[in-house]
C-alpha cells in the first residue's frame, strides 16, 4: 500500500476500505475461515478450528468461542472499526495467541 501511495498519491477512502477488506479476506483464508462477517455489532468469523489453549487465551480476551458451530464471536464497542478488529483478532489467531 505504501508504494501506492509513493507513486499515486493518497488514495481515496474507498479505495483503502477495498484494500482493508481484501487484506481481511486473505487473513481470513489463511486461519481456515471462509466468512467474516458483523451482525448485531457482534464480528464473527467462521469456520475455524481452534485448539483448546487458543480457545482459552481468545476467551481472556473477551472472544466467545462456539466449537459446535466452529465460529468465534467478538462484541464490538460502538466506536470500534469492524474491520480494525476482524484484523487484529485475525492477527491474534494467526500468531496462536499468548504474546500476540
Do not use: N, Q
Amino acid at each position: 500500500c505504501g508504494e501506492l501511495v509513493e507513486r499515486y498519491g493518497a488514495m481515496p477512502r474507498t479505495a483503502r476500505t477495498l484494500l482493508d477488506v481484501a487484506e481481511v479476506r486473505a487473513l481470513a483464508a489463511e486461519a481456515g475461515a471462509a466468512s467474516v462477517s458483523v451482525v448485531r455489532r457482534r464480528l464473527a468469523i467462521a469456520p475455524l478450528e481452534l485448539p483448546d489453549e487458543l480457545r482459552g487465551a481468545l476467551a481472556t480476551r473477551g472472544v466467545v468461542v462456539m466449537p459446535r458451530e466452529r465460529k468465534v464471536l467478538l462484541p464490538l464497542g460502538a466506536d470500534d472499526d469492524p474491520l480494525e478488529a476482524a484484523r487484529g483478532l485475525l492477527g491474534d489467531i494467526l500468531a496462536g495467541v499468548p504474546g500476540a
